[in-house]
């Protein structure tokens, strides 16, 4: 039998992502592991874009504001984990990318694993971005792909640490970087002053944290007129990212008393093209700070809520860039040390150009194997008999891997009864985000009062 690389003229590529920022990462992840240059995939790769259904589905605004992948976003369609198992079955993919929460990542591998295709696509799987919690429930989820990408050499230490420390096999961890980093290095512009706040959805969780982050935000402003200051959102309210948002900065700020200073605003958009504007990034850990670093800009972290593990500001420590609030009002900017750069794949150094080389080689050298062996993830119904069917059947799937009784749709039979059945789905889609999205959190807070 041929390499699966000969079979066919094109190389068929499979992004499944969840939320907005893991479909940045998987589909920039796919066209740097099928090109070397993060440019647009070659002829002979064809990339098709797909998002699991659930709470933190992305918009049409969000898949746009990510900015380009590669992927035109009219080819992206959503899909439930056994419409996924389907199309896989189906179209014959040489290689999917699984940009997926633990949880699902988990219940894809048992799925793929229970197609027995003669020939399965590689799969390759990872973060979206800094690992600072749940580090070994979240890596044994992922354990059983192909390839498991940590995003620096500290991360790949972490991660082979896990799987060898409870007996798996630790060979599929790949070092390589965030996929997304680049831009022009920060260059300062005669009259540009900007700082940029880059919130995140669920650090910090409280109302109390949160409304202290914007006062001193805006306090700031005040401070330095002849500064820009800009909040960076993620999302709008009601829509969902990859963690939820129970608290928008934008309601938060409709309440605040004084209103806001003219020097201050708030933006959407893609982070690398505020980042273009940006002369001092703050945060609280966004992986955003490692975009900035890699460009050189001036980042800080705030300790002002302290160094916590729940906060993600851990994650910083050696870094050189934990400071507060008052300290940046007096006009202080951290510098970052260069060994804790060297080993977070910042890449400032020039180095990020060959960062996936490694994966890539990895990538090509499975998909030239006349068979690849069968998936075996960590957790089996021996090994986590009490934890695993719960993954599973969060996806409609059986233990062994199989769709639940009735969770497979069947077949459109014609173009009415699809376009029938398609409108229903959208209602109940519509209704259940509206549930999860804006009912769920009101209920949450009333609970907490």
């Not at 969780?205 to 993620?234: F, G, I, M």
């Not at 708030?266 to 900035?292: N, P, Q």
């Not at 794949?345 to 050298?365: I, K, Q, S």
Request: no cysteine.
């Amino acid at each position: 039998m041929p390499p699966r690389t000969e079979k066919t003229s094109t190389l068929r590529v499979a992004v499944l992502a969840d939320s907005d920022t893991r479909w940045k990462w998987g589909a920039l992840t796919a066209r740097r592991l099928t090109t070397g240059d993060g440019g647009a995939p070659t002829p002979r790769t064809e990339i098709s874009g797909l998002l699991l259904r659930g709470r933190a589905t992305p918009t049409p605004r969000q898949l746009a504001e990510v900015g380009d992948v590669g992927i035109d976003t009219d080819r992206v369609r959503e899909v439930t984990a056994v419409e996924f198992l389907q199309t896989v079955r189906d179209e014959g993919y040489d290689l999917v990318v699984l940009a997926l929460v633990g949880g699902a990542v988990q219940a894809m591998l048992h799925g793929l694993a229970a197609l027995r295709l003669s020939a399965r696509p590689v799969v390759v799987t990872g973060y979206v971005g800094v690992v600072y919690e749940k580090l070994a429930d979240g890596l044994l989820l992922r354990h059983g792909a192909d390839v498991v990408l940590a995003n620096s050499r500290h991360d790949a230490e972490r991660f082979r640490a896990v799987y060898e420390g409870v007996g798996a096999d630790a060979s599929a961890v790949t070092e390589a970087a965030l996929p997304f980093l680049g831009g022009a290095p920060h260059t300062p512009e005669q009259g540009r002053d900007t700082v940029v706040f880059a919130a995140q959805p669920s650090v910090p969780a409280s109302r109390a944290d949160r409304t202290y982050l914007l006062r001193r935000l805006v306090e700031h402003a005040r401070l330095h007129p002849q500064r820009e200051v800009l909040l960076k959102l993620r999302s709008k309210p009601g829509e969902h990212t990859t963690h939820i948002e129970e608290l928008p900065y934008q309601r938060l700020a409709e309440k605040l008393p004084g209103g806001l200073p003219p020097n201050f605003r708030l933006v959407y958009g893609h982070m690398g093209e505020v980042l273009d504007r940006t002369d001092l990034l703050v945060t609280v850990s966004s992986t955003a700070a490692l975009e900035s670093l890699h460009r050189r800009i001036p980042t800080a972290v705030l300790t002002d809520l302290g160094v916590r593990e729940t906060l993600g500001n851990h994650h910083f420590i050696g870094s050189g860039l934990l400071t507060s609030w008052d300290h940046l009002d007096g006009g202080a900017h951290p510098e970052p040390d260069a060994a804790w750069l060297a080993g977070q794949g910042v890449a400032a150094d020039g180095t990020y150009a060959t960062a996936y080389d490694t994966a890539r080689a990895r990538v090509t050298a499975l998909l030239a194997q006349d068979r690849l062996p069968e998936l075996a993830p960590y957790y089996t119904p021996a090994t986590a008999p009490g934890y695993l069917p719960g993954i599973l059947a969060r996806h409609h799937l059986a233990p062994d891997g199989h769709p639940l009784p009735g969770a497979a749709a069947p077949r459109e039979t014609g173009r009415v009864r699809g376009a029938v059945r398609e409108a229903v789905r959208d209602a109940a889609r519509g209704a259940y985000r509206h549930g999860v999205q804006r009912v769920a959190p009101v209920i949450r807070r009333m609970g907490e009062l």
